[in-house]
């Protein structure tokens, strides 16, 4: 069955870029749409954004001027870059399949935002 | 966008009770496009129902979802100890997507 894992920095500092990858496992990033959607700690998940394996996106309005998702179908990827970042940023960050709801997540993985 | 709003915040059940939760939200989610989700401490949602009231595949016959337009509901006929968790709404009927802020359902 298709397994989704993220990767990426766990510490991130103050107005940098946050960068994530999802590796798909068990199955191809082709032919679906890839999300993701993070969660502070202690709070709701919140979605990010989806690409579609053509590279079309959907961003999340609150976060449009600072999100870039890219898909690579190659190295069956797809990554997020987060932009200008402050703790508010802090949170679990999940990759998902499905550009509505997701039955596939990544376990998750834990930026925090500090200097 | 549309603001899902769940109540209660906690539910304090006992095993073997049966347990509502509510998700309202601020405008009509047409087509039923709304699912629940289960989760648990440190590990990621689990998809429960989509489409208001399909359970996703391996979930067990005491999950049950209804509703529509704006006003949704998670049955959960008889608390099983692992069903204690908390519990997610979200609508994917327009953009952004939008999750609910939890309903907590606790050991009473």
């Known amino acids: 069955q298709v397994q989704l894992q993220e990767s990426g920095p766990g510490l991130v500092k103050p107005s940098e870029t946050l960068s994530l990858t999802c590796t798909v496992s068990?199955?191809?990033?082709?032919?679906?749409?890839w999300s993701w959607i993070r969660q502070p700690p202690g709070k709701g998940p919140e979605w990010i954004g989806y690409?579609?394996?053509?590279?079309?996106?959907n961003y999340n309005p609150s976060l449009k001027s600072r999100v870039t998702i890219s898909v690579d179908t190659s190295k069956n990827q797809f990554s997020l870059k987060l932009s200008s970042v402050t703790a508010a940023d802090t949170a679990v960050y999940y990759c998902?399949?499905?550009?509505?709801?997701?039955?596939?997540w990544g376990q998750g993985t834990l930026v925090t935002v500090s200097s | 966008e549309i603001v899902l709003t769940q109540s209660p915040g906690t539910l304090s059940l006992s095993p073997g009770e049966r347990a509502t939760l509510s998700c309202r939200a601020s405008?009509?989610?047409?087509?039923?496009?709304l699912a629940w989700y289960q989760q648990k401490p440190g590990q990621a949602p689990r998809l429960l129902i989509y489409?208001?009231?399909s359970r996703a595949t391996g979930i067990p016959d005491r999950f049950s979802g209804s509703g529509s337009g704006t006003d949704f509901t998670l049955t959960i006929s008889r608390l099983e100890p692992e069903d204690f968790a908390v519990y997610y709404c979200?609508?994917?009927?327009?953009?952004?997507?939008?999750f609910g802020q939890g309903t907590k359902v606790e050991i009473k």
């Open positions: 998902a399949r499905g550009d509505g709801y997701s039955y596939v």
């Open positions: 068990g199955g191809s990033v082709s032919g679906f749409y």
């Open positions: 690409i579609h394996y053509s590279g079309n996106t």
């Open positions: 405008q009509s989610v047409s087509s039923s496009y």
């Open positions: 489409g208001a009231s």
């Open positions: 979200q609508q994917y009927d327009s953009s952004p997507r939008t």
